[in-house]
């Protein structure tokens, strides 16, 4: 019985389209000092189904500006991720959970560091038309000795 339905379910074409999206939200950043500001962030992400199983390229990017004695630090982290996933729930509306291995480049006044870590998010899918979604997520990525936490709302499209 259980061979039955996993086959159905990889034969299921909503299961095995792409999506392409955007998010905007907040994502709490650390700092060189340990401290998580809160601040903007923007992101795409790209997903392409196999079944409930689905792989995920996503890109973020987060900037900040402290203002310190003598002027102002400025900090941009641009971070990338390569996810596996699961996703479950009715069809076309699905929740996600994925993880994989993710990079972030650290840049400010002068400074670049490249940040090895991972990454988890989940995320809930709802339908809006035919082809276009809203995209509920939270995720963590580790980099260095910490972690960015994030949250946000974005738009997709299926195909």
Same mark, same amino acid.
């Given at each position: 019985?259980?061979?039955?339905?996993?086959?159905?379910?990889?034969?299921?074409?909503?299961?095995?389209?792409?999506?392409?999206?955007?998010? +905007?939200?907040?994502? &709490?950043?650390?700092?060189? /000092? #340990? *401290?998580?500001?809160?601040?903007?962030?923007? =992101?795409?992400?790209? $997903?392409?189904?196999?079944?409930?199983?689905?792989?995920?390229?996503?890109?973020?990017?987060?900037?900040?500006?402290?203002?310190?004695?003598?002027?102002?630090?400025?900090?941009?982290?641009?971070?990338?991720?390569?996810?596996?996933?699961?996703?479950?729930?009715?069809?076309?509306?699905?929740?996600?959970? +994925?993880?994989?291995? &993710?990079?972030?480049?650290? /840049? #400010? *006044?002068?400074?670049?560091?490249?940040?090895? =870590?991972?990454?988890? $998010?989940?995320?809930?899918?709802?339908?809006?038309?035919?082809?276009?979604?809203?995209?509920?997520?939270?995720?963590?990525?580790?980099?260095?000795?910490?972690?960015?936490?994030?949250?946000?709302?974005?738009?997709?499209?299926?195909?």
């Amino acid at each position: 019985m259980h061979l039955i339905f996993a086959t159905a379910l990889a034969a299921e074409p909503e299961l095995n389209r792409a999506d392409l999206g955007v998010n +905007a939200g907040l994502a &709490a950043t650390r700092s060189s /000092t #340990g *401290n998580h500001r809160v601040d903007p962030a923007l =992101g795409l992400w790209a $997903r392409k189904g196999f079944g409930a199983a689905f792989g995920e390229l996503e890109l973020g990017f987060v900037t900040n500006a402290d203002p310190v004695p003598g002027g102002t630090l400025r900090r941009n982290v641009y971070r990338s991720a390569l996810l596996v996933g699961w996703r479950g729930g009715l069809r076309p509306m699905h929740v996600g959970f +994925a993880a994989g291995l &993710a990079a972030s480049v650290v /840049t #400010g *006044n002068d400074v670049m560091a490249l940040q090895p =870590g991972v990454r988890f $998010r989940s995320d809930l899918h709802v339908p809006v038309g035919d082809r276009s979604m809203l995209v509920f997520h939270t995720g963590l990525t580790s980099r260095g000795r910490g972690a960015d936490a994030d949250v946000g709302l974005g738009w997709g499209l299926r195909w």
